[in-house]
């Protein structure tokens, strides 16, 4: 029988696990009594080689650590949520995270500021023209990775300073227009497949015919129940892209000390013709409109 081991490499999963049963080990290896105060645990850190500013980090996470959202409404439960909510502390200061945060979502979901005061910014999507443009790049940018809030109508930021270098980010997303859309188009399906088996029943009058009549409104609740289900990918998608913003945040103020390199001079350029054609559209329309 041979011993089991370990493969040459270690996935991230499994260094998940064995990281967590070593502090498992480590804790009950020493009697902390009632428990450890914030020092301690900095300093159990520092034997084990982890660095104080990620222990630091992990204890203001712990120390604003929020309740998970609970499912509200009976379509919450019935179907999925549709609002998300995810929190995280990161390094740097106030401004650089909202710096940050906004050219993040500005470039890989096509989102801008909707408004801004001090603490809280709220984000919608681009207008359709915009949107078409950047859409028509990300065709050809091989570089560019699929968009997860594209259903998202408002994205909304709260930063809260806490220790000097570290603030904690709340964001928050809600696609009810997107669900609303899905739990219509089901209604439909299945109100349409209930009024022709309606129809059909006053027609017949026999057995066979009856139960024949029966098809088409049973089809018409499967129909509206898959229509409706259609959503549960999005609802995944924009829950993880919630986290995907949270995981380049948490790495991106930290590449440069907090300072996001310069916006290159293509994406201005491209920005300012944007602009330009949204300007001569509206003229346009108000001349016409005029009329």
């Known amino acids: 029988m041979t011993s089991p081991h370990l493969p040459a490499r270690i996935d991230r999963a499994t260094f998940e696990r064995v990281l967590q049963r070593a502090a498992e080990l480590q804790a009950v290896s020493r009697d902390i009594g009632e428990g450890l105060t914030e020092d301690e645990v900095i300093a159990l850190g520092h034997e084990v080689g982890i660095p104080e500013v990620q222990l630091r980090q992990a204890l203001l996470e712990e120390r604003t650590r929020v309740a998970p ?32 945060l906004t050219v993040l979502l500005d470039r890989e979901e096509h989102f801008t500021v909707q408004r801004a005061i001090p603490g809280r ?6 207008d359709s023209l915009a949107a078409g443009m ?54 439909v399906v299945g109100t349409i497949g ?13 057995p066979a015919g009856e139960l024949l009549a029966l098809l088409p409104g049973m089809a018409g609740a499967v129909g509206g129940l898959a229509t409706a289900r259609a959503y549960l990918p999005i609802a995944e998608r924009t829950g993880l892209g919630l986290a995907r913003v949270l995981d380049h945040l948490e790495r991106q103020p930290n590449a440069s000390g907090g300072r996001l390199p310069p916006e290159p001079r293509s994406r ?14 509206t003229e346009v329309r108000k001349a016409l409109e005029e009329k």
């Open 194 to 206: 209930v009024a022709m088996s309606a129809g059909l029943l006053t027609l017949v009058g026999s």
């Open 121 to 126: 910014i709220t984000f919608e999507p681009l």
């Open 268 to 281: 201005t350029i491209a920005r300012g013709v944007g602009s330009a054609v949204r300007e001569i559209t």
């Open 69 to 100: 959202h609970v499912n509200a409404g009976w379509l919450d439960h019935a179907l999925a949520p549709a609002d998300f909510q995810a929190d995280r502390v990161v390094q740097g200061s106030e401004a650089d995270v909202a710096k940050a």
């Open 134 to 187: 950047r859409a028509l790049k990300r065709v050809f940018d091989s570089s560019a990775g699929r968009r997860y809030l594209d259903k998202a109508t408002l994205v909304t930021a709260v930063i809260t300073p806490l220790e000097a270098g570290f603030c904690h980010v709340a964001l928050s997303a809600t696609v009810r227009k997107s669900r609303s859309g899905y739990v219509a188009g089901g209604a």
